[in-house]
Nanobody
Framework: QVQLVESGGGLVQAGGSLRLSCAAS????????MGWFRQAPGKERESVAR????????FYADSVKGRFTISRDNAKKTVYLQMNSLKPEDTAVYYC?????????????????WGQGTQVTVSS
């Protein structure tokens, strides 16, 4: 399996930006499709964005489309989530996850490894 560590969370005002990073170690990073999920207080964890092994294809939840961008650097074994025009409803713990599926879906069971999460708080 691959081990994942997120960073880059923090407190930001509405309309601001943050970039999350997820560094991988262990097995070959390019063997995994990657996803970002988030979990707000009292809510279930939800898929935010996904990216295929090569980075050629990306997928987004409707709630973040046009504001968030997922990308990856296989040489650095890192996946990123650029978050712009942040809203208070984006407040959550953000997790990255790795999947051996070629194109993982939005379900948690599609993913094999998870990071510990990083808190993002957007103030109004």
């Amino acid at each position: 399996q691959v081990q994942l560590v997120e960073s880059g969370g923090g407190l930001v005002q509405a309309g601001g930006s943050l970039r999350l990073s997820c560094a991988a170690s262990g097995r070959t990073f390019s063997d995994y499709a990657m996803g970002w999920f988030r979990q707000a207080p009292g809510k279930e964890r939800e898929s935010v964005a996904r990216i295929t092994r090569s980075g050629y294809s990306t997928f987004y939840a409707d709630s973040v489309k046009g504001r968030f961008t997922i990308s990856r650097d296989n040489a650095k074994k890192t996946v990123y989530l650029q978050m712009n025009s942040l809203k208070p409803e984006d407040t959550a713990v953000y997790y990255c996850a790795a999947s051996i599926r070629i194109v993982p879906g939005t379900a948690e069971y599609d993913y094999d490894s998870w990071g510990q999460g990083t808190q993002v708080t957007v103030s109004s």
